[in-house]
C-alpha cells in the first residue's frame, strides 16, 4: 500500500504523519481516540488536553489489553506480554506525542486559523 500523507486535528494540535494505512483507517482511529478523549473529558472533569490524552491513552491500552487476554483465554494460549522493544517503542512514541502536544501551536495550524 502507497504511503499516504494525513493532517491531524486533535485537541488544538496539529501536525501531519505518514502511514501505510489508508486515509480513512487512520481518520477512523482518529475518531475513535477523539471519542475516548471526550468521554474521558466528561466523566472525570479533566479539561487539560494532556490530562485528558493520556487517561484516554489508558483506557485505550486496558482495552486492548483485556482483548488479548480474552482472545488468548479462547484460543488457550499463555497471557499476552510485551517484548522490551515493544515497550521501548511505545515509550519513544508517547514521549514523541508528548513533545509534539506541548509545543506552541500556530494559528496557521488550526483548521479557519489566520494565516
Known sequence: ?????????????????????????VESL???LGSKIETVKSASKVDDPLKASI????????????E???A???SGAASPELDAGTVDRLIAK????????S?????????GGEP
Open 30 to 32: 482518529l475518531a475513535y
Open 94 to 101: 508517547i514521549d514523541d506525542t508528548l513533545r509534539v502536544a
Open 55 to 66: 487517561l484516554a491513552g489508558i483506557f485505550l491500552v486496558d482495552e486492548l489489553y483485556r
Open 1 to 25: 500500500m502507497p504511503i499516504e500523507t494525513v493532517r491531524v486535528e486533535l485537541l488544538g494540535a496539529s501536525f501531519t504523519i505518514q502511514t501505510d494505512e489508508s486515509r480513512e483507517y
Open 68 to 70: 488479548r487476554v480474552d
Open 72 to 74: 488468548s483465554a479462547l
Open 103 to 111: 509545543e506552541p501551536v500556530k494559528s496557521q495550524d488550526i483548521i
